[in-house]
């Protein structure tokens, strides 16, 4: 039976109750005086229960009445929202791009603050002129896992970034200039686009600009900054810049705590099981697989797996085994017709040696996932799309070829042992 996890007041409950009034006593006086024992193995006691939790939790495959979490899932990133704000003047307008990094803190158990991992913005956040915030911004882990599940005030800054200063040329209203690879100061770089450059000037309008693309040239040449928001008539032709981390114009604060991150426990279990995730496989499908037996080994099975992979995309197909009416082994005198009117007299004429079948075959006849216009030089088609397909010049169809794929990978899992198959196509089919 499942139990919830203890939380520190009742872990601490709990301890003022077994343990003996001679022993606890010293202890409760030690935790007065600062020592806080305690205090300190209910924290620990408490994350260890509702990581144990948390993992047992995990391992349902679907709800059950003694379940208190969800059932095993896929790999899932934490998500949350930040406050976000303008520090010092509001001036001109500023937009922190979708996908800038944030780093979350966490204090250890010696007391040290360290990293607990990266998220990102999930959208634009925009300043409009004056306006000084603070902005809600949606935010998600930069990873999959439970690690991103913070708690509140976790995330309180920007990912650490180094800055520099550079005497920038204004060549027009939105481009700058460095001085170049050999003048020894720092350059604009692939790196720095979407941060910000403030601009040593008592020019007017001179406000913090982004940074919206770099250009680095080649060999001896220059690089160039092109700037999101024009600069001023009046901007002087040369000027020191500074470009600045994040943390030096905007401030960070998380309200709420972070939630929803989980490791990938159902693809796991799966592993186990030797079944494996399709591509773009939904949890409640996959998890359907898991618990079922699997469809494997039959004839039956097999046209399933050519009928769910192939038949919602209006792809033919047939199904040919050894002994069935579609494939009786090959001619050996080719003068007869195709197929073998003579079986049985030798082995070489589509004889069966014995009655298991020992081989089939899966004839996908034409058809397109996407329009693929005419061909390059496919003269010899018979059908709308490029028969001859080699190249792009030819129309190849990648998105059939990776449905293909997914079903020779499939039959390949469900076919039974020893059991050889082959994957053609039939133009005529």
């Known amino acids: 039976m499942s139990f919830p996890s203890l939380s520190v007041p009742q872990l601490l409950d709990l301890l003022a109750k077994v343990q003996p009034e001679s022993y606890a006593d010293p202890i409760v006086e030690a935790d007065a005086a600062g020592e806080d024992t305690r205090q300190m193995q209910a924290v620990q006691f408490s994350a260890e229960d509702a990581a144990n939790l948390a993992n047992a939790q995990a391992y349902y495959l679907k709800p059950h009445s003694d379940q208190l979490g969800e059932p095993a899932a896929g790999a899932t990133i934490a998500t949350g929202t930040v406050q976000m704000s303008r520090l010092g003047t509001a001036e001109g307008p500023a937009t922190v791009v979708q996908g800038t990094v944030l780093e979350g803190l966490v204090t250890n158990s010696i007391g040290e603050t360290v990293s607990a991992g990266f998220f990102v913005t999930l959208s634009d956040t925009d300043f409009a002129v004056g306006e ?23 995330i309180s800054r920007f990912q650490p970034a180094a800055d520099g200063d550079m005497t920038a040329t204004v ?16 350059r604009f770089n692939e790196l720095l686009v979407d941060r910000f450059i403030v601009f040593q000037s008592s020019a007017p309008d001179m406000f913090p600009r982004r940074i919206e693309a770099v250009n680095v040239g080649s060999g001896t040449d220059p690089a160039t900054a092109t700037l999101a928001v024009a600069l001023p008539a009046g901007a002087p032709s040369s000027v020191p810049i500074s470009v600045v981390t994040f943390d030096d114009l905007f401030a960070v604060e998380q309200l709420q705590a972070t939630s929803g991150g989980g490791i990938a426990m159902l693809d796991a279990i799966g592993d186990e099981r030797r079944l494996y995730r399709q591509v773009d496989e939904t ?10 037996l699997p469809d494997v080994v039959s ?42 009117y003579d079986l049985g007299t ?3 004429n589509g004889y069966v040696y014995a009655p298991p079948v020992r081989y089939f075959a899966i004839i996908v006849g034409p058809c397109s996932v996407e329009q693929l216009g005419a061909p390059y030089d496919a003269d010899n088609a018979p059908r709308p799309n490029a028969y001859d397909f080699e190249m792009m010049y030819d129309g190849e169809d990648f998105a059939l070829a990776g449905v293909l794929d997914s079903l020779y990978s499939q039959v390949e899992a469900a076919r039974a042992a020893g059991v050889a198959w082959e994957l053609l196509f039939d133009p005529n089919l």
Do not use: H, K
């Open 132 to 154: 000084a915030g603070p902005v809600s911004v949606p935010i998600g882990g930069a990873v999959t896992g439970y690690w991103g599940n913070l708690p509140a005030a976790s």
């Open 171 to 186: 060549i027009d209203s939105v481009t700058l200039q460095d001085e170049g690879p050999f003048s020894g100061a720092a």
């Open 283 to 292: 949890d409640d499908a996959f998890r359907s697989r898991i618990c079922n």
């Open 299 to 340: 004839p039956n099975a097999i046209v399933r797996i050519c009928q769910r992979i192939l038949g919602p995309l209006g792809c033919p197909f047939l199904f040919v085994e050894t002994l069935g009416p579609g494939l009786l082994g090959f001619t050996y005198d080719t003068d007869l017709p195709m197929s073998a």
């Open 346 to 348: 030798f082995p070489g």
